[in-house]
């Protein structure tokens, strides 16, 4: 099946959906993300056994936020797009099913949030991490701010999020952001057989294995993540904000004040 930005197919019990812009490094506008939501609907409604999301192309996983989308956004359109991000999280995270990052590439940004969501992180060795967005002049706003530190504890996480560090997959693996590094060439083969062996599972006794480590206690809570989308839609239109974007947007380091 396939949406404007997304693909979407299932096989055998395993949906693998796809962020297919890989001209922009499959970065996230609002379209996509209505779109990975309405692929995950469909997933459920086929009955998938597993999912996996990936993206397109050779270079990213995502790349993030659309940064050419965000640039000029107020205060209370940025508030909508990180609502919008938190519902695609929440329904990666409530997923009757387990749902493996794929991360072949660059997961930045809202890339790096969007694979927290999932149960499991695999990641080829090329692959790259990063909460990078404070060389944007913003914070994360999909939810990373509360799931990241419950990952890879809070000094990691403030490190990301201060540095804005990008991290190589063995990095990645050393802190508990993701759980297996596989060589390049041996990944898609991995990621099926994962999939497969997930899918070949009791998806019973998988749905409640998920609900109940979902109750753990080590997730996000509803008012983590209202600070996170106040404090994060609070920068638009900041001068650090504007400047940091337009910086990327013109390829040259950004002035903040
Ligand atoms: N938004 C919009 N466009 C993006 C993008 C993004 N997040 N990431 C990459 N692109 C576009 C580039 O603008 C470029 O487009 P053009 O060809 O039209 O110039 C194209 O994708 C290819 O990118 P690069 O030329 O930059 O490729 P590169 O190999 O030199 O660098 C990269 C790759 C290191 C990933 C670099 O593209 C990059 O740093 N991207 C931004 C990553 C980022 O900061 N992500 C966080 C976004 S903010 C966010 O996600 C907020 C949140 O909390 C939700």
């Known amino acids: 099946m396939t949406w404007d930005t997304i693909t979407l197919t299932v096989e055998d019990g395993v949906a693998t959906l796809t962020v297919d812009r890989p001209d922009q490094l499959n970065a996230l506008t609002v379209d ?21 999301l990936a993206g397109a192309g050779e270079k990213a996983f995502v790349a993030g936020a659309d940064i050419s989308y965000m640039v000029d956004l107020s205060t209370p359109e940025a508030q909508a797009y990180a609502e919008l991000g938190h519902r695609v999280a929440d329904t990666i995270e409530s997923f009757p099913a387990p749902v493996i990052a794929a991360v072949d590439g660059y997961a930045l940004g809202g890339g790096c949030e969007l694979a927290l969501a999932c ?127 337009q910086a990327f947007l013109e390829k040259r380091d950004p002035s903040f004040e």
Do not use: Y
Not at 159 to 177: K, M, Q, S, V
């Open 32 to 52: 996509t993300l209505e779109a990975i939501e309405a692929g995950l609907a469909e997933a459920a409604a086929e009955d998938a056994r597993a999912v996996v």
């Open 119 to 245: 149960d499991l992180r695999i990641a080829a060795d090329s692959a790259v991490f990063g909460q990078t967005e404070i060389d944007l002049g913003i914070i994360p706003g999909w939810g990373g701010t509360q799931r990241l530190p419950a990952l890879v504890g809070d000094e990691t996480a403030r490190r990301l999020i201060f540095l804005g560090e990008r991290i190589d997959a063995d990095a990645a693996a050393e802190c508990g952001l993701v759980g297996e590094v596989v060589a390049d060439e041996a990944f898609d083969a991995r990621v099926d057989e994962l999939a497969d062996t997930l899918a070949a599972q009791s998806a019973t006794a998988m749905r409640a294995a998920k609900e109940a480590l979902n109750a753990a206690g080590d997730g996000p809570t509803a008012a983590g993540l209202a600070v996170e989308r106040r404090a994060w839609s609070g920068l638009f239109g900041t001068h650090d904000q504007r400047e940091g974007m």
